[in-house]
């Protein structure tokens, strides 16, 4: 069951609270290629940034990677990588597509390859994702922490704990005892998942919820997750940038 991944980061000027964010200097690099830095440590396979400007595409390119200009109309990051791919391996030689988000400067390698763990344990799973344990208790109820709901075993011989998820939402879910799991965006999905997933309309509950993985699920997809020990973290305010300066000074 070998797979021949393709990661893609989409990326995009527009953002309202941290302004060109992807070009936003880490250590005397954008922060795009911080990633892409990042997504070659993985070491699952080629690495290109879907991008939604030029200017995105220029810096990229002038660090000595690849990336491809996109529709910058584009609803979503899964639209985005999909023309990505579909431009830069038209004859679909790459089975599986790694959604790497382009605002995770600091993310641990060994996660992104926790995505793939799922669909190379099972033909079945369409969607591969990521969790980790809640250890702040505030984090159970703030709407801002997406949950996953998925029966997680309390032992695995796996390489990584994989459970399928049953939902995603920003309630304090499931009820009970035991841990909540906080969903990580970071997506594995094989070539005609990714196909049929932009091809849907979107969901009652994706838009209910705000979750665009909850159109796959509303639609019979399987989604698996792999259970990682971090979340980590993401670049939305001029605060994360100042840590993640400061995480990748340390290293």
């Keep these: 069951m070998s797979q021949n991944p393709i990661v893609l980061i989409p990326a995009r000027l527009a953002s309202t609270r941290l302004p060109n964010k992807p070009l936003a200097d880490i250590g005397g690099k954008p922060m795009i290629v911080r990633c892409i830095e990042r997504a070659l440590e993985a070491d699952l396979g080629p690495v290109a940034v879907a ?22 109309a584009h609803p979503s990051g899964s639209d985005r990588i999909y023309e990505a791919v579909s431009r830069l391996d038209p004859d679909g030689r790459h089975d599986v597509v790694v959604n790497v988000q382009g605002d995770l400067p600091t993310l641990d390698p060994i996660s992104i390859r926790a995505a793939l763990a799922p669909i190379r344990k099972s033909s079945e799973v369409d969607i591969a994702t ?17 949950k996953v709901i998925a029966g997680f075993p309390e032992e695995s011989e796996e ?18 005892d035991g841990p909540l799991y906080h969903h990580i965006g970071l997506y594995a ?36 997750v792999a259970l990682v020990k971090t979340v980590p973290l993401g670049v939305d305010t001029a605060e994360d940038l100042a840590r993640a300066r400061d995480m990748l000074a340390k290293k």
């Design 159 to 176: 390489d990584f704990t994989i459970a399928r998820a049953l939902s995603f939402t920003r309630a304090t879910a499931p009820w009970g």
């Design 51 to 72: 991008a939604g400007d030029q200017e995105i595409c220029d810096a990229v390119q002038a660090a000595g990677y690849t990336a491809i200009l996109t529709n910058p």
């Design 189 to 224: 999905f094989r070539r005609p998942a990714l196909a049929r997933f932009v091809s849907l309309p979107p969901g009652i509950l994706e838009q209910r919820e705000r979750l665009e993985q909850l159109r796959a699920l509303e639609a019979g997809m399987r989604i698996d």
């Design 130 to 146: 990521i969790a980790a344990v809640i250890e702040r208790e505030e984090e159970r109820s703030n709407s801002n922490v997406v």
